[in-house]
């Protein structure tokens, strides 16, 4: 253990060095409140998308790598902002029409459309934990409606009434000059229609903790007291308010933020705290290079991740370069789960330093499973393809072959990736599948090739059967990878594909000189 945590002191592994930075917080002396505290923050507007559980993902990453560190306990706190008004009515959610009466009114007010829980805020918060609890995150959930209902939230909100004149002035910098006319860092929970208002303030009374103000819809001055959940902050003073009152020490958020950085920090320190170690990532985005939108519903939801993949390939996937955008699409799956068990692979020999720099260390937070993945999920991707499978028994007859001593139930997660395969390839490779005839010299190369795999009597062997392929190729591509782009193009219908030795290995030589005659003959083109 004492190796490992030499390594991480110098592990350039992006969660190591954020781990490092925290627990340089306190070199002088331990947190007085017995623990670190992370914070990933929730806004609950819409439906919980796969950006919301890569913020935890990689949290949970930085917090294993100070425990690694460190002997200074952590919490990692999870908190909904379902306190917020609902601005628009998500376009993702049944019946929407119903919600437009309740624009304005907290989330947690607001009736949930899909009908299961007591209110939207209330849904989606489920959602949530849902999700979270599926990938096993250690962590706490809070509400805003229950934090500033239940007096948590007080003794701030009276600080933020002192210090008013100067958490106004820093937001005052940073908005236009209409905006500044109206603004107030507190809205009003209108008592009777149970809107969000945002009106200016006609006083704020510090000593009695109320806030005096015009009803927009009667024009009466009403005053309400600041405590009890009647008024809630603004958001981006509600940031720095709530690292405040939780004395957080570590939070990260997407790029959309960073510019708030500054007004966060200087609100959390009036209100009498240290502002906390910050970490910013790059935004994921759709296919169409457009940032992925809870209201939207655009990209890849986490359940629809769990449909083709395992919940480890999309943790890979959030561990790989944070600060750089990706493409959150269908097809990075593929490719995040492939690289995944190659890292897994690599990590039984690995010495702690390297360990310690490979995603599945912090995936796994250091209890790093087997491989049992005989097959890359691109070849059996492929194997889908020629073999039309319908479900992953027709798959295990392949690979069973290809490796006999293989089963369901010693190679579980073989076992997993078959089940997803049938179902990637039946609904994203199928429909896109384009067969077309080969070449007056890609026929003359198909046909070496099916002559040579009819008279080959070796063992189904990769690199063996790799050296057909190749040898008959070599003499007639130049570029080789010409030679390579037909045989996917022509047999697979694709414009890349596998290690085609690994593929007829796996597939069968007498199966691939009978999907060879296929080709030739014109059937691909024809299905």
């Not at 009736?111 to 829980?117: A, I, Y």
């Not at 009276?158 to 004149?165: F, G, Q, V």
């Not at 809870?294 to 395992?310: F, H, M, P, Q, R």
Request: aromatic share 12%.
């Amino acid at each position: 253990m004492a190796k490992m945590t030499e390594a991480g002191m110098t592990s350039k592994a992006w969660p190591f060095e954020e781990a490092r930075r925290i627990l340089k917080r306190y070199e002088k002396a331990p947190p007085e409140k017995g623990f670190v505290l992370f914070e990933t923050g929730y806004g609950p507007s819409g439906l919980p998308h796969i950006g919301t559980f890569g913020e935890v993902a990689r949290t949970t990453m930085i917090r294993r790598a100070f425990q690694e560190i460190s002997d200074i306990p952590t919490r990692l706190i999870c908190f909904s902002d379902d306190l917020d008004g609902m601005r628009k009515v998500p376009g993702n959610v049944p019946n929407p029409d119903a919600l437009q009466e309740h624009l304005q009114k907290p989330l947690t007010s607001v009736p949930d459309p899909f009908e299961k829980f007591e209110s939207f805020g209330h849904h989606n918060n489920a959602m949530l934990r849902r999700f979270l609890d599926t990938f096993g995150f250690e962590y706490e959930f809070i509400s805003a409606t229950e934090f500033y209902a239940s007096g948590k939230f007080d003794e701030v909100l009276l600080r933020a009434a002192e210090k008013y004149d100067e958490i106004m002035a820093v937001m005052l910098k940073s908005l236009r000059e209409e905006r500044q006319q109206t603004y107030s860092i507190f809205l009003p929970i209108h008592p009777e229609t149970g809107r969000v208002l945002y009106v200016p303030m006609k006083k704020v009374d510090a000593a009695e903790g109320t806030i005096t103000f015009d009803d927009p819809e009667s024009g009466a001055e009403m005053t309400l007291p600041l405590t009890g959940g009647n008024v809630k902050l603004q958001w981006k003073p509600d940031f720095g308010a709530r690292w405040a009152a939780l004395e957080v020490d570590f939070e990260m958020y997407g790029k959309d933020h960073s510019t708030n950085t500054p007004i966060y920090d200087s609100i959390c320190r009036i209100l009498g705290w240290k502002a906390p170690e910050h970490f910013t990532y790059e935004l994921f985005l759709d296919e169409n290079g457009q940032k992925i939108s809870k209201s939207s519903g655009n990209g890849v939801s986490i359940d629809e991740w769990l449909t083709y993949a395992s919940a480890e390939s999309l943790s890979y996937f959030m561990y790989q370069k944070p600060k750089t955008a990706k493409r959150m699409h269908f097809d990075v799956i593929p490719k995040a789960v492939d690289e995944y068990h190659q890292q897994l692979r690599a990590y039984v020999d690995q010495d702690d330093k390297a360990r310690l720099n490979n995603p599945v260390w912090h995936i796994h937070g250091g209890d790093v499973p087997e491989s049992k993945m005989l097959v890359p999920f691109s070849m059996l991707l492929n194997l889908a393809s020629v073999s039309q499978a319908e479900d992953k028994d027709q798959l295990w007859g392949f690979i069973q072959r290809y490796a006999p001593d293989a089963t369901p139930q010693s190679n579980p997660d073989m076992d997993q990736a078959a089940g997803f395969a049938v179902r990637y390839f039946n609904d994203f490779v199928k429909p896109k599948r384009t067969f077309r005839l080969p070449t007056d010299l890609e026929r003359e190369a198909l046909e070496a090739l099916r002559d040579a795999l009819k008279a080959y009597d070796g063992a189904l062997d990769d690199e063996a059967l790799q050296s057909v392929v190749y040898s008959v190729g070599r003499d007639r591509f130049d570029p080789l990878r010409a030679w390579f782009t037909a045989l996917y193009e022509v047999l697979l219908g694709a414009s890349q594909g596998p290690r085609f030795g690994g593929f007829i290995a796996l597939y069968g030589v007498d199966e691939t000189v009978a999907l060879i005659d296929q080709a030739l003959a014109g059937d691909l083109v024809k299905d």
